[in-house]
C-alpha cells in the first residue's frame, strides 16, 4: 500500500463536499492499468466538483478530476508497458470512476491514448476534455461535410476552454472564424492570437425571439446552450451544421424548428465522455496536426495541485480563462 494526495468528495447530508486528502492506494478502482498521474485539468464539470456542486460526481467517496495525464506504472492491457505515457478524458473518470485530480489513478487501458509526439505531457493536459470536445465538435462538422470553402464558423465561450482550443483549431484548419464571448473588449487580443477573424459580443446573437436571422455563418461550435444557441442556429446558412457540447450559459434550448424546416440545417450533439478508442484516437490526431502548441500556452495556466479548488472559481463565475493545467507531481 502506498499514500497518495488526491480530491476526494464525500458524502455530506445536503449532497457532497470535496476535500484534499491523503488517500490509501487500496481505494483505488479495478483498472487494468495504473497510472502515476504527472497533471490533471480543470473543466467546467471539475469545477462543480470541486465545490459541492451536484450533477457530476456519481457515487461517493470519489476522487473528482475528469481529466488524466501520467505514466503507466502497471498494466495488464496488451497495448501499455510501464513508462508510457498516456492520457485520459472522461470516460467516466471523475464521475462514476475515481479521477485524476490525484497522484495515482487506476483506469481501463483500453480509453488510454498516448502522448503525442508534438506535446508534452503538461500540454496535453492543458489540451483535456475541453480541447478533446473542441476537436470531436470539428471532426463531426466536417464528417456533415463541412470545408473552409463553405464559409465562416462561429464559436460561442470562445474566452473558455472548448471555446478557445476550438477557435485555434479551426483557423489553423483553414476556417474563418467568428469568436462570440461576453468580454469582446478584454478578450480581443487573446481571440485575434488564437486565429479569430471576428469577435462579436454574445448579445448580438439575441434574435429577440424570431427564430431566424440573417444567413451569415455555415458551421458553429456552442458550448454554451441557451439564448445563444437558439440565436446560432437562427443564422446558420442553408444546409449548414452545429455542434452542442456545453451548457455554460443554460440547459434550456428556446429555439425553434424553423431552422431545421425551412433552411434544412443540423444540430449535432457531443458527448466527449463516452468516445469510443477511434475516434479518442482521431480527435487526438487533429489536435496534433492543427493546435500550435505555442498558441495553447496563451490561453494556459499552471496551478500546483493544492490549489486545484481556488482555481476553480472563475469558470462558475461564468468566466473561464482559457485552460488550467494542475501539476500533480
Ligand atoms: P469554461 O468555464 O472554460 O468556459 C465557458 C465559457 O462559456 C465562458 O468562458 C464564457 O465565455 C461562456 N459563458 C459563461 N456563461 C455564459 C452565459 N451565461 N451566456 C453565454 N456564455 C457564457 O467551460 P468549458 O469551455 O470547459 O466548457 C463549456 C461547456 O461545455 C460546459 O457546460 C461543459 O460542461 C461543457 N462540456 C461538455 C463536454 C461534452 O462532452 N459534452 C466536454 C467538455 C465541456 P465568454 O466569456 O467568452 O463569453
Excluded at 448580438?204 to 454554451?224: I, S
Excluded at 473561464?320 to 500533480?328: A, H, P, S, Y
Aim: a negative charge; one cysteine or more; glycine letters at 14%.
Amino acid at each position: 500500500m502506498t499514500t497518495f494526495p488526491g480530491w476526494i468528495a464525500r458524502e455530506t447530508p445536503d449532497g457532497h463536499r470535496t476535500t484534499l486528502e491523503e488517500l490509501d492506494s487500496g481505494i483505488l478502482d479495478d483498472g487494468d492499468t495504473t497510472l502515476r498521474v504527472h497533471y490533471s485539468s480543470l473543466n467546467y464539470k471539475d469545477a462543480l466538483a470541486l465545490h459541492g456542486r451536484p450533477g457530476v460526481v456519481r457515487r461517493r467517496p470519489l476522487v473528482v478530476g475528469i481529466d488524466v495525464t501520467g505514466e503507466v506504472v502497471a498494466s495488464r492491457h496488451p497495448r501499455w508497458r510501464s513508462g508510457d505515457l498516456v492520457t485520459l478524458n472522461g470516460a467516466g473518470l471523475g464521475e462514476e470512476r475515481h479521477g485524476g485530480l490525484a497522484g495515482l489513478a487506476a483506469v481501463d487501458g483500453e480509453h488510454l491514448v498516448p502522448v503525442p509526439d508534438r506535446f508534452t505531457p503538461a500540454r496535453t493536459a492543458a489540451i483535456g476534455t475541453a480541447g478533446f470536445t473542441a476537436a470531436l465538435s470539428l471532426l463531426a462538422l466536417e464528417r456533415q461535410g463541412l470545408t473552409p470553402a463553405h464559409g465562416p464558423v462561429l464559436v460561442t465561450g470562445a474566452g473558455g476552454g472548448v471555446g478557445s482550443v476550438a477557435v485555434a483549431l479551426l483557423a489553423d484548419s483553414g476556417y474563418e472564424v467568428i469568436a462570440v464571448t461576453g468580454r469582446p473588449d478584454s478578450l480581443h487580443e487573446r481571440l485575434t492570437t488564437l486565429g479569430a477573424a471576428h469577435i462579436v459580443d454574445r448579445s448580438e446573437l439575441d434574435t429577440g425571439g424570431k427564430p431566424l436571422a440573417k444567413q451569415r455563418w455555415a458551421g458553429v461550435v456552442d458550448a454554451v446552450g441557451g439564448p445563444v444557441l437558439a440565436g446560432a442556429l437562427a443564422g446558420l446558412r442553408h444546409s449548414g451544421t452545429a455542434t452542442t457540447c456545453g451548457l455554460a450559459a443554460s440547459a434550456a434550448f428556446p429555439g425553434n424548428v424553423m431552422p431545421f424546416i425551412l433552411r434544412g440545417v443540423s444540430l449535432l450533439g457531443i458527448d466527449s465522455v463516452r468516445t469510443p478508442h477511434d475516434r479518442r484516437e482521431a480527435a487526438w490526431q487533429l489536435l496534433a496536426r492543427h493546435l500550435d502548441p505555442d498558441l495553447l500556452d496563451t490561453v494556459t495556466r499552471h496551478v500546483p495541485l493544492t490549489a486545484a479548488q481556488d482555481a476553480a472559481d472563475d469558470a462558475l463565475a461564468g468566466h473561464g480563462t482559457g485552460r488550467t493545467v494542475v501539476d500533480v507531481r
